[in-house]
Each structure stands twice: as C-alpha cells, then as structure tokens.
T-cell receptor, first 114, second 115 residues
C-alpha cells in the first residue's frame, strides 16, 4: 500500500463517546499533521509531529488528543466532542517539517457528532 | 500577515473549455512557497504543484499550466480542454516563515465541468 491512509473513512459518534482516528503513511516521511476541514472554512492545522515529537498545537481543545507512536503512525483520540466538531479530518505527511516541504494528504475521516 | 485569496467560489464550464482559477497571496517574506491541490469528492487532497518564490517561470504539465507573477502576487492555474474528471475543489496554499510548518490555504474554488 502506498501514500497516506486513514481509518475509518466515516464515523458517527455521540457526544459522550470515545473514538480514535488512525493515520498511516507509507512514504518514509518524518513529519505528520492533522487538519480539520469544516464547510465553508479554510483548512485548519491542528497538530504537527516531527520525528514523533509534537511541534505544533494550534490552540486545539483538549477533547482532541493526538498520539504519534512512530514516524509512520498518527492517531487522533476523540472524547466528549461537540456537534460543531463535525468535519472532515485530514492527515498529511511530509519528508521533514520545514515549510517548503510538500505535504501529502490522506483521504480523510468524515466525522459526524450527534 | 500571510493570506491566500481565491475569489472564485464556484466555476462551471462545459467540457473542452479552458478555465483559469485565480490565486492571490500576501506575505512579507522574500522566501516562500506556493502550492496547488485538487480535492475530488473522495476527500483526499491531491498535490499538483509546488513553486518557490525565486522561480517565476511558468510551468506546463499536460493540460495544466501555472502562471506565477510576483508583481501581482498571483499564482493562477489554467486547465486547458477541461474534462468532467477535472470537477473538484482546487486549493491554493502559501508556506513561508522558515522553520514553521504552516500552510495557509485559500478557501478553495469548486470547479464543475459539465458534459
């Protein structure tokens, strides 16, 4: 398998549930990202990991908890979400974490919070 | 402040027509990078091109071409002889500030190519 994969592709959860999104990259990259894409809004960067270390937390609420066990895997743990958290969550990776690096995206997880 | 403006929210064309998607950016950095991505209905952002601020040559890749003009801070994208498969949302992005990881995305242009 190549590229960046994300599971699940679709997720419906209640506000009291706990779930996790998974991202895996097969490109040998060292940096991974979580983005949130809401309707009619620009993509919002949430978290950045570079060589497994979190280097950016873009003022994301604590109900979103990222985990990066190695350079190939990235998780986003979700708990007590709100309906306004419904969105497409995109994972991306790049060779390194420098600004000029091209980021390659996965297909996203479409999340609906009821 | 850095900003990317894609003023065209939605464009509809008939197949085989040429179409240009506009992208205007703002940055005070002299070194920066510009990107175009395509997002089909499946959701994945597909990388199309990266251009650095020191390379103003226009680029052509098949039916796609890009016109980078620093004088007007624009990085426009043209699809020649559009096809139905080109229907997608197209995003322009700017990356500047050495050492940071942030892409500044525009709000995207939805292109509909009608058969």
């Amino acid at each position: 398998e190549t590229g960046v994969t994300q599971t699940p592709r679709h997720l419906v959860m209640g506000m009291t549930n706990k779930k996790s999104l998974k991202c895996e990259q097969h490109l040998g990259h060292n940096a991974m990202y979580w983005y949130k894409q809401s309707a009619k809004k620009p993509l919002e960067l949430m978290f950045v990991y570079n060589f497994k270390e979190q280097t950016e937390n873009n003022s994301v609420p604590s109900r979103f908890s990222p985990e990066c066990p190695n350079s190939s895997h990235l998780f986003l743990h979700l708990h007590t979400l709100q309906p306004e958290d419904s969105a497409l969550y995109l994972c991306a990776s790049s060779q390194g974490g420098a600004s000029q690096e091209t980021q390659y995206f996965g297909p996203g997880t479409r999340l609906l919070v009821l | 402040a850095q900003k990317v403006t894609q003023a065209q929210t939605e464009i509809s064309v008939v197949e085989k027509e040429d179409v240009t998607l506009d992208c205007v950016y703002e940055t005070r950095d002299t070194t920066y990078y510009l990107f175009w991505y395509k997002q089909p209905p499946s959701g994945e952002l597909v990388f199309l091109i990266r251009r650095n601020s020191f390379d103003e040559q226009n680029e052509i890749s098949g039916r796609y071409s890009w016109n980078f003009q620093k004088s007007t801070s624009s990085f426009n994208f043209t699809i020649t002889a559009s096809q139905v498969v080109d229907s997608a949302v197209y995003f322009c992005a700017l990356s500047a500030d050495e050492g940071t990881y942030k892409y500044i995305f525009g709000t995207g242009t939805r292109l509909k190519v009608l058969a």
